[in-house]
């Protein structure tokens, strides 16, 4: 955009972006200081950036539903069964030592 100055831009392409004086983020900033700031490049914030991002468990759910396949275990050559998919995210989350192998299972009485 060749425009330098404020006062040479459309009021309709121009959004103002101020900031709070008590606002602990303002830094002692100049209150007279106001940013144009073209409407399209605003974006929403989708998500609480301070949140801690998803762990691989969740990622993980989260693609098994959406693929929407049967994940049934598989008879192998050897007499055994394959393991699933559900089967692999839970043994690959306890060799990284996030979660045991038997979360979630019961216990019988003689293990107790």
């Not at 301070?50 to 192998?76: I, M, R």
């Not at 055994?80 to 995210?89: D, F, I, L, R």
């Amino acid at each position: 955009d060749s425009r330098l100055f404020d006062s040479e831009r459309d009021p309709a392409e121009t959004s103002l972006l101020t900031l709070d004086i008590n606002s602990p983020r303002s830094h002692g900033l100049n209150p007279q200081n106001v940013v144009a700031i073209p409407p399209q490049t605003i974006r929403p914030i989708l998500a609480d950036p301070l949140a801690p991002p998803p762990s691989d468990d969740e990622q993980n759910a989260e693609e098994t539903d959406t693929q929407g396949e049967e994940d049934v275990p598989k008879p192998t050559e050897n007499g055994g069964y394959s393991h699933t998919k559900a089967s692999k995210a839970k043994i690959s989350a306890a060799n990284k030592g996030k979660t045991p192998w038997n979360k979630g299972k019961t216990r019988s009485e003689e293990t107790k």
